[in-house]
């Protein structure tokens, strides 16, 4: 899978997602750090790049435009430490694989993990 991981992420679940043969950049990589939610959205969108954030922000830009894809992982309330969010992404990336291909957010707490399809209505 691909993976676009933003700055309010650790550069390491990059790395780490690489390690384990998936295609995942950071967006520091891409001399993106300073760079809108708006662009950092687009160019997921653009290379088809699961985007993960700890950034609500992103849900919000996929709710306002109504669109398919990028599919969102959001970790809320999870542990803050690099390694743990890397481990519990690894953990259950297997079960999330369909769902993430065909659009979906994906939130992911301590206690569970809820995946909503894209795109979000406003009903």
Do not use: Y
């Not at 950092?40 to 969108?45: Q, R």
């Not at 830009?61 to 992404?89: D, G, M, V, Y």
């Amino acid at each position: 899978m691909r993976f676009l991981v933003d700055n309010a992420m650790s550069p390491l679940i990059a790395k780490g997602l690489m390690a384990k043969g998936h295609d995942a950049i950071h967006v520091r990589d891409l001399g993106m750090a300073a760079a809108s939610d708006s662009d950092i959205f687009d160019i997921a969108a653009q290379e088809d790049r699961i985007l993960i954030s700890a950034d609500t922000d992103f849900g919000a830009l996929l709710a306002f435009r109504q669109a398919a894809k990028p599919s969102f992982i959001l970790f809320r309330q999870t542990a803050k430490r690099p390694t743990s969010q890397l481990e519990f992404l690894l953990t259950h990336l297997f079960q999330l694989e369909k769902d993430l291909l065909a659009g979906c957010v994906v939130v992911m707490e301590d206690e569970r993990i809820r995946i909503r399809a894209l795109p979000i209505s406003k009903s």
